[in-house]
């Protein structure tokens, strides 16, 4: 079936850390890829998304994400993390001719001081 | 400028009522999505619309109707209530298929 994975359900790391999530998707064509931060009681906000072209793509708060076709995935990272980061994270896809976007289950990411 | 607007924020209703949820977006986007959260499992996709008077089905579309009879306005309804429904409900909307969603504050219903 069609789906989109994050296989972290929650993750803790120190302040000043690197971060990894990880995200997988099930889609025959190559979807276009997002990434969205959610603040506890909030709406969704876009880090950075990815339709083509170079796979390494940059988006706000210093966030980056790796897109790896042989893998089928769309990882974000970030080489130091703030306590502000602490917040949910949701890998989104919208399959290419399927006009819908679709979310994964999100990664809660804690930050220990 | 507004962005996504969901009415109302709150909400509690009783098994069996029914209500209509209110997202407007003053962005002129033609793509629209009603989604709702629920503590491990991410949002998930009710009903989206990609333009004025078109509608389709998401993931979990039971118990759920919407309408889009405006461009700026997406209706979700909920005809007979159950606390199944209770959920936390996001509306987005999107200028297309490979933009940016923008996301609305979330509406919070309780179905005792």
């Known amino acids: 079936a069609q789906s989109v994975t994050q296989p972290d359900i929650h993750i803790t790391v120190s302040e000043g850390a690197s971060l990894e999530l990880r995200c997988n998707y099930s889609?025959?064509?190559?979807?276009?890829l997002f990434w969205y931060v959610q603040s506890p009681g909030q709406g969704l906000q876009l880090l950075l998304k990815y339709f083509s072209g170079d796979t390494l793509v940059q988006g706000i708060k210093g966030f980056e994400a790796e897109f790896k076709r042989s893998q089928s995935s769309f990882n974000l990272r970030k080489p130091s993390v703030h306590w502000s980061d602490a917040a949910e994270y949701f890998c989104a896809v919208n399959p290419q001719g399927a006009q819908k976007l679709v979310f994964g289950q999100g990664t809660r990411l804690t930050i220990n001081p | 400028n507004a962005g996504v607007t969901q009415t109302p924020k709150f909400r509690v209703l009783k098994t069996g009522q029914s209500m209509t949820l209110l997202c407007a977006q003053d962005m002129n986007h033609e793509y629209m999505y009603w989604y709702r959260q629920d503590p491990g499992m991410g949002l998930r996709l009710i009903h989206y619309?990609?333009?004025?008077?078109?509608?389709a089905k998401g993931e979990v579309p039971d118990g759920y109707n919407v309408s889009r009879l405006k461009k700026q306005n997406f209706l979700l309804g909920l005809e007979s209530a159950a606390p199944s429904q209770t959920s936390v409900y996001f509306c987005?909307?999107?200028?297309?298929?490979?933009?940016?969603?923008?996301f609305g504050q979330g509406t919070r219903l309780t179905v005792v």
């Open positions: 619309s990609v333009g004025e008077g078109t509608t």
């Open positions: 889609y025959g064509a190559t979807p276009y």
């Open positions: 987005a909307s999107s200028r297309g298929q490979a933009s940016e969603a923008f």
